[in-house]
C-alpha cells in the first residue's frame, strides 16, 4: 500500500493563484522539486517530520500564504527578544524624557550606595531582573554608569567647572541631574562643610591664646570665651559629621565623586584636624590639669595618616593625580595638618613622632610651594575665579612656627622664618584688595578663616618673645581681622541657610560627566602618521629653496649679462 507521507510541505503547495517565473526562476524550481522528492523518499522508510524553515520559501507559494506565515515568524521573534524597559531607571526609553542620558537624569539613584542598591533589586521580580541584566548586556546603560561610577579624571574637573572651589559648571557643559528641580538635601551637602568647623575650632585656638598669653594679658579676656566658641565649634562639628556619615551611607558614589575633585580632596583632612583642634583649646573647665592622654592623639592622627600616604604617594608616584596636575592652593591644608598634629603629639609628651610629623609636613610644604609659585607646563592652569583660596599659603609656615615653637619650647630662628615667611605672604595677599572680590557666597569660604587665624596665633607667640609695641600690635590687629571675618560669614553662613534658604544649592561640581559631551578632542597622529607628514612637508620646504635658489641664480646671471660689454 502506497501510504502518502504526512508533511508540511503540503501547505506551501496550496493556494496558488498566479505564477509569475523567469528562466532563471522555472530552473530553480525544477532543482527544488527533485530535492523535495528525494526528501520524501528518504521520508517514507523512516518517519520524521522535517523541521520548518519558513525563511527559505519556494517561488511557487503564494503572496497571501507565504507573507502570512512570515509575518507571524518575525512577529513571535520580536516578541522574545523585546523587553520592556523601566523609562527611567538606568537610562532606558521613557516618553517623556529623551533617550539613554536624558533620561537617567532624573533618577538620583545614580549617586546612591551600590549595597543599598543591589537590596533593592533583590526585591524585585525575577522577570525584571532579567530585564536590568539584558539593558547591561546590549549597552543601553553601559555608557552612562560608566560615566558615573568611574573616575573621573582631575583635569576633567578643570575643564569642565570653574568658580572658587571649582563648584560651577561651564556653559558648554552638560550633567547628570536636573538643574530645574531641587536635590535631596545629602546629595547637595558638600564635604566643605567641615570648613565651618575647622574656623570655628582655630577660633577657640585664638581666644584661648588670647585669654593666656602675657603679650595680651593686659586685655583682661576672661576665658569663658574661649569655652563657648569650643562648645559652639564641637557642637557644629557633632552635626556636620552626622550629616556628612548619613550621605556617606545613602549616597556613597557623590562622596566618591568628591574624594577624586582636585580641589574638595583636601577637606576629607579637615575633620581630624578640627578634632587636634579643639584637643589643643581644651578648656581649664574640662581639662584642669591641662594634660591629654596620648591616646587621644593616636585617636585622631592614625586616619589622618593612613589619609596621607593615600594622597601623597599619588602625588609622588605620578599618574593622572600627580601634584603637577592636581596643584591647588587647597593642598596646604593637607600640609598643614602635619604640623597641626606635631603640635598636639607635643602637648601630651611625644616629642619624637611631633618631630617626625613637623619634617613630612614640611618636606610636602616645600614642594606644594615651588609647584605652585612657579606653574609648571605640564599642569593644570589655575582658573581666575580660584583666587580666594591663595590665603591657604599662609596656613602651612604659621603653623609650623607653632609647632617648632611647641616642640623645643622656644621662638628661635626657624620658628621665626617661617614666622616671617607668612607674615609677607599675608602682607601681599591683603593689599590686592581686587584680587579676593567679585565672588557669590559658598560654604567652602569658611576655609580661608583657618590661615588668618593660625598667623595670629603666631603673632601672638611672637609677640611674647619681642614685647614691643608693633609686635602686640601686630597681634592685636590680626586677631581682630581674623574674629571679624568669623563672624561675618557666620552671621551670613545663618542667613543663607534659615532666612534666604540658599545655603545649600545643587551641588553640581559631583554631576558632570566623565567625558565631554560635545565634540571630543582629536586624537594625537602617531609617529606612523606624522613621518609621512614629515616626509612631504620636507619635500615641499626643498622644492621651495629650490625654486627660489633658481630665480636667483637667474636673476643674477641677467645682471652679470647687462654690465658685461
Not at 536590568?132 to 553601559?142: C, P, R, V
Not at 569658611?446 to 614691643?468: K, Q
Amino acid at each position: 500500500m502506497d501510504k502518502k507521507p504526512t508533511n508540511s510541505f503540503q501547505t506551501h503547495f496550496m493556494d496558488i493563484h498566479e505564477e509569475v517565473l523567469s528562466e532563471g526562476d522555472e530552473e530553480g524550481t525544477i532543482r527544488n522539486e527533485e530535492r523535495e522528492e528525494k526528501y520524501l523518499n528518504k521520508t517514507t522508510t523512516k518517519p520524521r517530520e522535517p523541521r520548518r524553515n519558513h525563511g527559505r520559501l519556494n517561488r511557487q507559494v503564494s503572496l497571501e500564504t507565504g507573507f502570512s506565515v512570515l509575518n507571524r515568524e518575525r512577529k513571535g521573534r520580536d516578541e522574545r527578544k523585546t523587553l520592556t524597559r523601566s523609562g527611567t531607571s538606568l537610562g532606558g526609553l521613557n516618553p517623556a524624557n529623551k533617550i539613554g542620558l536624558e533620561g537617567q537624569k532624573r533618577d538620583f539613584s545614580i549617586f546612591k550606595t551600590k549595597s543599598t542598591l543591589s537590596k533593592q533589586n533583590s526585591l524585585l521580580p525575577r522577570k525584571i531582573e532579567k530585564e536590568l541584566e539584558s539593558q547591561k548586556i546590549n549597552g543601553t546603560s553601559g555608557a552612562d554608569d560608566d560615566s558615573v561610577n568611574a573616575s573621573v579624571p582631575a583635569g576633567r574637573y578643570f575643564a569642565a567647572l570653574r568658580g572658587p572651589e571649582l563648584d560651577e559648571v561651564k556653559d558648554s557643559e552638560d550633567i547628570l541631574l536636573p538643574t530645574d528641580e531641587l536635590w535631596p538635601f545629602l546629595l547637595r551637602f558638600p564635604i566643605g562643610c567641615f570648613g565651618i568647623c575647622l574656623g570655628l575650632s582655630s577660633q577657640a585656638v585664638l581666644w584661648h591664646n588670647l585669654a593666656t598669653s602675657p603679650a595680651t594679658r593686659f586685655l583682661h579676656i576672661t576665658p569663658n570665651i574661649s569655652f563657648l566658641i569650643w562648645l559652639l565649634s564641637l557642637a557644629v562639628l557633632i552635626a556636620v559629621s552626622i550629616t556628612y556619615i548619613l550621605k556617606c551611607i545613602f549616597y556613597f558614589e557623590a562622596v566618591r565623586r568628591e574624594y577624586f575633585h582636585p580641589v574638595r580632596i583636601n577637606f576629607f583632612f579637615a575633620p581630624w584636624v578640627v578634632c587636634m583642634f579643639l584637643a589643643i583649646s581644651v578648656p581649664s573647665q574640662l581639662a584642669p590639669k591641662q594634660t591629654l592622654h596620648p591616646a587621644i592623639w593616636c585617636t585622631f592622627i592614625v586616619p589622618y595618616f593612613l589619609l596621607e600616604l593615600k594622597i601623597y604617594g599619588q602625588w609622588l608616584s605620578g599618574g593622572k593625580r600627580r601634584l603637577s596636575k592636581v596643584a591647588n592652593p587647597s593642598n596646604h591644608l593637607s600640609v598643614s595638618g602635619n604640623f597641626v598634629g606635631a603640635i598636639l603629639a607635643s602637648k601630651v609628651g611625644w616629642k619624637e613622632p611631633a618631630k617626625f610629623f613637623w619634617a613630612v609636613g614640611f618636606a610636602h610644604y616645600l614642594v606644594v610651594f615651588v609647584t605652585l609659585y612657579q606653574r609648571l607646563p605640564t599642569s593644570e592652569a589655575l582658573p581666575k575665579e580660584l583666587h580666594p583660596v591663595y590665603s591657604m599659603f599662609i596656613a602651612a609656615p604659621s603653623a609650623a612656627c607653632l609647632a617648632w615653637q611647641s616642640i623645643y619650647g622656644e621662638f628661635d630662628g626657624i620658628s621665626r622664618n617661617c614666622y616671617f615667611i607668612a607674615l609677607f605672604l599675608y602682607i601681599s595677599l591683603v593689599v590686592r584688595i581686587k584680587f579676593f572680590t567679585g565672588f557669590k557666597f559658598s560654604v567652602a569660604w569658611w576655609a580661608y578663616t583657618f590661615p588668618m587665624t593660625t598667623v595670629s596665633v603666631a603673632t601672638i607667640r611672637y609677640a611674647e618673645e619681642v614685647p614691643a609695641f608693633i609686635s602686640k600690635s601686630l597681634a592685636l590687629g590680626l586677631a581682630f581681622m581674623s574674629s571679624t571675618m568669623v563672624s561675618v560669614l557666620f552671621v551670613s553662613t545663618l542667613l543663607h541657610a534659615f532666612y534666604w534658604r540658599t545655603l545649600f544649592p545643587n551641588d553640581l561640581a559631583i554631576a558632570i560627566t566623565k567625558r565631554k559631551q560635545g565634540g571630543e578632542k582629536k586624537p594625537l597622529k602617531k609617529a606612523c602618521d606624522i613621518k609621512p607628514l614629515k616626509k612631504a612637508y620636507d619635500i615641499k620646504r626643498w622644492t621651495k629653496k629650490a625654486l627660489t635658489k633658481n630665480s636667483e641664480s637667474k636673476d643674477n646671471s641677467k645682471n652679470n649679462g647687462y654690465n658685461t660689454p
